[in-house]
């Protein structure tokens, strides 16, 4: 049973236009959300995090915004860049503890 | 100056092997993990070790062991290996501080059982 859900595995998106990913979870326990972003033959990297006391946080061309009621996070990357393509995670915690739920990923190309 | 660096990098093994992946964070971290992602891209932890103590063990088969000797080592050690443990494992390391939660993965070992 999947709890962190990201049901496009793929977007294509110009440059300088804006990039929204999504997630969905299913788990209301989840407390504490986050974006990674990885490229081929790396390991996955911190982008942006979010509390589920907050619905929006923003750092420079990223931005992430949570629904509680729906179970719903974004990610916004504008204006988007050819080096923003790579395969985007979102991932979620809950309560106590350390424990991240992945998504699947989706892979961002950004095109000139 | 790698923050959280893994050996091997690529491991190709036959079947009913014995193997081990080594993992060493610089950042000062208390708490490390390994993860599997396998063929489909799936992201799953598998261990997580805090000061060497083991505080998350999902279910594994037996067949893996993980071993942290000090908090900025954690290897795994992995017995008997079959077909189906082919995939990319992944270690990381976080600050194991209730305000920080963001994990900072090392470069993943592509282990292939044939």
């Known amino acids: 049973d999947q709890q962190v859900k990201q049901n496009s595995p793929s977007l294509s998106v110009q440059e300088g236009r804006i990039s929204i990913l999504n997630c969905d979870y299913t788990n209301s326990m989840f407390d504490y959300f986050l974006w990674y972003k990885k490229y081929p033959a790396e390991g996955p990297t911190f982008l942006i995090s979010i509390s589920s006391i907050k619905d929006k946080n923003e750092d420079g061309r990223f931005t992430v915004f949570l629904n509680k009621s729906a179970k719903h996070l974004s990610l916004h990357i504008v204006p988007s860049q050819p080096g923003d393509s790579a395969v985007y995670f979102c991932?979620?915690?809950?309560?106590?503890?350390?424990?991240?739920?992945f998504g699947t990923g989706t892979q961002l190309k950004v095109e000139l | 100056d790698t923050a959280v660096s893994q050996t091997p990098k690529y491991l190709v093994t036959q079947m009913g092997n014995d193997k081990s992946i080594k993992c060493e964070q610089n950042l000062g971290h208390d708490t490390m993990y390994w993860y599997k992602q396998d063929s489909k891209k799936f992201l799953k932890i598998m261990f997580s070790y805090n000061n060497k103590e083991l505080i998350i063990n999902e279910t594994v088969p037996n067949r893996f062991s993980p071993k942290s000797p000090d908090k900025a080592h954690l290897n795994l050690h992995i017995n008997s290996l079959e077909l189906g443990d082919s995939a990319v494992y992944f270690c990381?390391?976080?600050?194991?501080?209730?305000?920080?939660?963001?994990?900072?993965f090392g470069p993943g070992t592509r282990l292939t059982v044939t």
């Open positions: 991932a979620a915690k809950a309560g106590g503890g350390n424990k991240l739920t």
């Open positions: 990381a390391s976080s600050q194991g501080d209730s305000r920080y939660y963001e994990q900072y």
